[in-house]
């Protein structure tokens, strides 16, 4: 039984499945498209969080039909076990911390699935990601890739992942290599390493393949809408643009809130020092105060932005 594969496996006359990672984004399309031009046949997979914005959802599932090539599959990532476990401990540990009867009975009655990849997971963890803890692009991505797909094909023999990275799209993503042998057994490739954010664009025209309408709304990226790293410009337009979004995000923090002991949770990272619930950032990001020097999304700092090495999570257009 193939567990692994290796980059001897690349060698002509081995046969290679072939997996694309889709995230909605212009890198990933343009991935996808060179996938097409190479003739092989492959496959392409989705991490849906639960977080990601209308229009992605159906760009992403009406990929297939102006290229002609595979429909993009859907993974989503399953906390039941794991929130059963931890509704346990709740109700058997808790009581002997001292924590009030009430409390406990709100926390494990939150910790069942709601349907919702996202708010399972932090629902399960206590708190939402952060940029120094961001399990998010891990638990939503990574590993529903891995599991639900990469794992049943390496039984069919080795696994080649083509990747939408870019050299260009940060000094972080610079230092990766165009081959490289990923955890999950599969051999990782970033087949449009060198291109410029132009040559993208570029093969979305040649394919007839109209970009995100996200960006045309004003987005610099493709993803959870909104990211826990965005910039202070980003939460306005999404807040103007699609209040719902935040809405929900108020929503998740108060479910998460009272489903941990700490009865605190927030969304964004603290601004300035100070801790924020959503409503409070979004205010803030609608006035000049504090400018990019405040700004919150993908830095290149140690631990910021997404430091995913299947760049999952895709970074702004350069
Ligand atoms: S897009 Fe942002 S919030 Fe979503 S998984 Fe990636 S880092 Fe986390």
């Known amino acids: 039984m193939m567990t692994h594969s290796s980059v001897a496996d690349l060698r002509p006359g081995t046969a290679i499945q072939h997996l694309v990672n889709v995230s909605g984004g212009k890198d990933s399309t343009a991935t996808y498209l060179k996938a097409m031009e190479s003739g092989r046949e492959f496959r392409a997979v989705f991490a849906d969080t639960g977080n990601e914005h209308e229009a992605t959802y159906e760009y992403v599932s009406r990929l297939a039909e102006p290229t002609g090539g595979p429909v993009v599959e859907v993974v989503r990532a399953d906390f039941s076990r794991q929130l059963a476990i931890h509704r346990q401990t709740i109700l058997t540990k808790w009581p002997a911390e001292g924590i009030a009867d009430e409390i406990v009975a709100e926390a494990a009655a939150l910790n069942t699935p709601s349907g919702n990849p996202y708010l399972d997971l932090c629902i399960l963890k206590g708190r939402l990601p952060s940029r120094k803890a961001q399990f998010c692009t891990e638990e939503?991505?990574?590993?529903?890739?891995?599991?639900?797909?990469?794992?049943?094909?390496?039984?069919?023999?080795?696994?080649?992942?083509?990747?939408?990275?870019?050299?260009?799209?940060?000094?972080?993503?610079?230092?990766?290599?165009?081959?490289?042998?990923?955890?999950?057994?599969?051999?990782?490739?970033?087949?449009?390493?060198?291109?410029?954010?132009?040559?993208?664009?570029?093969?979305?025209?040649?394919?007839?393949?109209?970009?995100?309408?996200?960006?045309?709304?004003?987005?610099?990226?493709?993803?959870?809408?909104?990211?826990?790293?965005?910039?202070?410009?980003?939460?306005?337009?999404?807040?103007?643009?699609?209040?719902?979004?935040?809405?929900?995000?108020?929503?998740?923090?108060?479910?998460?809130?009272?489903?941990?002991?700490?009865?605190?949770?927030?969304?964004?990272?603290?601004?300035?020092?100070?801790?924020?619930?959503?409503?409070?950032?979004?205010?803030?990001?609608?006035?000049?105060?504090?400018?990019?020097?405040?700004?919150?999304?993908?830095?290149?700092?140690?631990?910021?932005g997404c430091t995913s090495d299947l760049g999952l999570c895709e970074r702004e257009a350069a």
């Open 140 to 304: 939503l991505k990574q590993l529903p890739i891995s599991s639900q797909v990469v794992g049943p094909m390496l039984r069919s023999g080795p696994v080649l992942q083509w990747l939408g990275i870019r050299a260009d799209e940060s000094a972080n993503r610079a230092q990766q290599r165009r081959y490289n042998r990923h955890d999950d057994g599969s051999i990782v490739w970033r087949p449009i390493f060198r291109w410029s954010v132009e040559d993208v664009w570029a093969m979305h025209r040649k394919h007839g393949v109209l970009p995100n309408p996200l960006y045309a709304m004003g987005a610099r990226r493709v993803g959870c809408w909104p990211c826990i790293n965005c910039r202070k410009d980003e939460v306005r337009l999404i807040a103007d643009m699609t209040p719902e979004h935040m809405d929900r995000i108020e929503r998740w923090e108060a479910v998460v809130a009272a489903a941990n002991k700490r009865r605190m949770a927030t969304f964004f990272a603290p601004i300035n020092g100070d801790i924020l619930p959503i409503r409070n950032v979004i205010d803030w990001a609608r006035t000049g105060r504090g400018g990019r020097q405040y700004d919150i999304f993908m830095q290149d700092q140690a631990g910021g």
